[in-house]
């Protein structure tokens, strides 16, 4: 197995598992488990390859959902070991969310596509699974935290995607840039890291409305007497 082939396992996993502890904190089935573990390990990955153009990998290999179930039953029955369920989603999900961005930009580089689309996919690898989880089981999502999660990925993928054009081995690139797009993101949730936020809000409609800009809703119309 090679170490991209790892990374690939091990973001599935990982992904899955958080997927599992969103329907553990729900308090749902384990059908449910299998169904939230399975969209948030394949998620990001299924995206990528109809985005590309390929065939979707788990019709390929069948092993990644397998790989999805295993988790789901083994957060099943052990979810209620742990203290705080929702931080350990969010670091399983920035460990996932390292191995992913990873895959997801080596893929496409493997596949002959440029830099610029394989910094896209390594994003989109390593974040839609999470996003799908979290609106499914109405988590809070980890795309609106303030702290750093998307540049994570971006990260991860340009670093890969750098010593790759300096001809670093591919198991060499693969770990430093995981391991970069780890330091950002765990960084982010140890410390609250983020990026400067946008603090200027638009004019209500009320303003709008003063300024001439916009025409005031009509009335409604009153309603019929019982």
Known sequence: MTMIQLFNYAGIFLFAATG??????????????????AVTGIGGGTLRDLILGVPVF??????SLLVCAAAAI??????NLLESRYRVLLWLDAV???????????????????????????IMTATFGGIL?????GEPSVVMRREIYVTAALA????YIVLHRFAVGTEISALVAALAAFTVRGGALYFGWYLPTYHK??????ELEREGLIRAAPPAPPRPSD
């Open 201 to 206: 809000p638009g004019r209500s409609a009320d």
């Open 96 to 122: 996932g969310l390292a191995a992913y961005s990873v895959m997801g930009a080596a893929k496409s580089l493997a596949l002959g596509f440029d830099s610029t689309i394989a910094v896209v996919t390594g």
């Open 156 to 159: 991860g993928s340009l670093v």
């Open 20 to 37: 599992a502890l969103a329907a553990s904190r729900r308090q749902l089935d384990i059908m449910a488990f299998i169904f939230l573990a």
């Open 58 to 63: 788990w019709v390929k290999d069948p092993m």
């Open 133 to 137: 989880r979290d609106i499914i089981s």
């Open 74 to 79: 083994l957060v099943y029955f052990t979810a």
